[in-house]
């Protein structure tokens, strides 16, 4: 069953709700940077998400570099946001 891509009306109105997120350029994924006190804390961090996201069968893309982390969601299903996005962001926004 094929996942359905968020409106555009959907996708702001999410995007409004979620702390520090803001739309990738082309419009088809968020991001989010996250910095931590070092990288013990970062990749505990990742490490909670990764539980979460493996939980939802919902992955990120994301970067880390020491106290950094960078993460984009998108639905490559959906070619662009979906639902499961929106979900795995407020998730994320819980653990910070």
């Given at each position: 069953?094929?996942?359905?891509?968020?409106?555009?009306?959907e996708?702001?109105?999410?995007?409004?709700?979620?702390?520090?997120?803001?739309?990738?350029?082309?419009?088809?994924?968020?991001?989010?940077?996250?910095?931590?006190?070092?990288?013990?804390?970062?990749?505990?961090?990742?490490?909670?998400?990764?539980?979460?996201?493996?939980?939802?069968?919902?992955?990120?893309?994301?970067?880390n570099?020491?106290?950094?982390?960078?993460?984009?969601?998108?639905?490559?299903?959906?070619?662009?946001?979906?639902?499961?996005?929106?979900?795995?962001?407020?998730?994320?926004?819980?653990?910070?």
């Amino acid at each position: 069953m094929p996942i359905p891509r968020l409106t555009d009306a959907e996708r702001d109105a999410a995007l409004a709700e979620l702390s520090g997120w803001s739309l990738r350029e082309d419009g088809l994924a968020i991001e989010r940077e996250l910095r931590f006190a070092d990288f013990n804390a970062a990749f505990g961090f990742m490490t909670r998400v990764a539980l979460a996201a493996e939980k939802a069968d919902h992955h990120p893309e994301w970067f880390n570099v020491y106290n950094r982390v960078r993460i984009t969601l998108t639905t490559h299903d959906a070619a662009g946001l979906s639902a499961r996005d929106v979900a795995l962001a407020r998730a994320i926004d819980a653990m910070v």
